[in-house]
């Protein structure tokens, strides 16, 4: 077995999580680093010291350059980029403002984020139009996963959404070869690149989609609250912003990032998250990661006579549990809470597919020991 990584020298005093608590699920809610935290508190600060100056003649343009500098580290066009609250939120958009007709259809896959996958399934709902899932096995090849989308394409079909890296199997899907194909089909594609920023060297502008997300307070360690929406030209026009505001009448993008006294603390900051990544080599991070997860999956997999699957590059790696340990939802949020209280670790844990599976997660602020250490305890608690 692989040796872990050697620890990034002082990454792990960049956070102030609580250590008695194993970590081990970075890729649901991300961990603000001491920098990031300061330069959000100073916008607060500056917030509060005149709000009148800091909405009425600061904000949009500070919003503005803060957009540029986080295209540019995704390799997008600021012009067609937008700040939201979330992936989820940008998948909303994106619902709300393509335009479908009775019978049109969606492609989903049953690897999609169940929040994403709801909106759309409302969006379709309130005219005639339709989700069609498209089942992906756990173990498929790109080439699979590619043919079962272009198979599932019929003459209504209009729109696909994909993830670039699932979030309840953490598999690295091919999107630019799904994006490619359905083009050739005249099918319009929305990637999920939730887990990406920071988690993946991407260029958003290559892969050429027609719509692409992504969440930079995962892996890019922005505060929660900093998302993307990244849209392509011929359907910025569309684009209608779930709240209407008084920015409207600028379009895409002002008018998505406007929402009056919205707190925009947590955009203003982002920038200083991106600096953290580079400060700590960003080829550096992505490889610890990587090699730290794949190692702790190794040994907590090998803890419970568990299958290892997975892809390389990415910092969550799935386990999945044995038949009958998880039943639903419910049962894999109840054994999540026993593993919290029993073993003081944090993990993901979810119902797919009719199977329970556990997905670990890598950050610069874990260690071997924390993995060895679920490893060693988890294996008594599932055999109750």
């Not at 690149?193 to 290559?206: F, Q």
């Not at 799935?318 to 038949?323: D, F, G």
């Not at 039943?327 to 670790?345: F, K, W, Y």
Request: aromatic share 6%.
């Amino acid at each position: 077995m692989a040796n872990p990584p050697t620890p990034l020298p002082g990454a792990r005093d960049l956070f102030t999580l609580d250590r008695t608590t194993l970590q081990l699920n970075h890729g649901s809610f991300g961990a603000v680093p001491r920098p990031v935290q300061r330069a959000q508190q100073a916008v607060r600060d500056e917030v509060e010291s005149n709000p009148m100056r800091f909405f009425s003649r600061v904000a949009i343009d500070r919003v503005e350059a803060a957009r540029r500098t986080i295209a540019e580290f995704l390799g997008a066009d600021p012009d067609g980029t937008a700040l939201v609250a979330n992936a989820t939120t940008a998948a909303q958009i994106v619902s709300d403002s393509v335009a479908l007709a009775p019978g049109d259809e969606v492609l989903v896959t049953d690897h999609g984020y169940g929040a994403v996958t709801m909106g759309l399934e409302r969006a379709c709902a309130r005219v005639g139009a339709s989700v069609v899932t498209v089942p992906v096995g756990f173990a498929a090849t790109d080439d699979e996963i590619v043919e079962a989308l272009v198979a599932a394409v019929g003459p209504r079909t209009r729109l696909a959404y994909v993830d670039q890296i699932t979030s309840p199997t953490a598999l690295l899907f091919p999107v630019a070869r799904i994006v490619a194909a359905l083009r050739a089909l005249g099918v319009a594609t929305l990637v999920d690149g939730a887990h990406v920023p920071g988690a993946l060297a991407v260029d958003v502008t290559a892969l050429g989609a027609d719509f692409w997300l992504g969440n930079l307070h995962k892996w890019a360690y922005a505060p929660r609250g900093t998302a993307v929406l990244t849209v392509a030209e011929r359907w910025r026009p569309s684009i209608q912003p779930t709240i209407v505001s008084w920015e409207a009448h600028r379009g895409f993008p002002g008018a998505i990032e406007w929402q009056g006294t919205l707190d925009y603390s947590a955009w203003l900051a982002a920038p200083v998250g991106i600096e953290v990544l580079r400060d700590l080599g960003w080829a550096e991070v992505r490889a610890h990661n990587t090699a730290l997860v794949e190692y702790g999956q190794r040994i907590v997999a090998a803890a419970l006579d568990a299958p290892t699957p997975g892809s390389s590059g990415v910092p969550m790696r799935p386990i999945p549990l044995r038949p009958g340990l998880v039943d639903s939802q419910d049962a894999a949020l109840a054994l999540r809470a026993r593993i919290v209280e029993e073993i003081r670790a944090e993990v993901a844990l979810s119902f797919w597919q009719g199977m329970g599976i556990l997905r670990l997660s890598a950050q610069v602020y874990n260690t071997a020991e924390e993995y060895e250490r679920l490893a060693e305890r988890l294996p008594a608690l599932t055999k109750r």
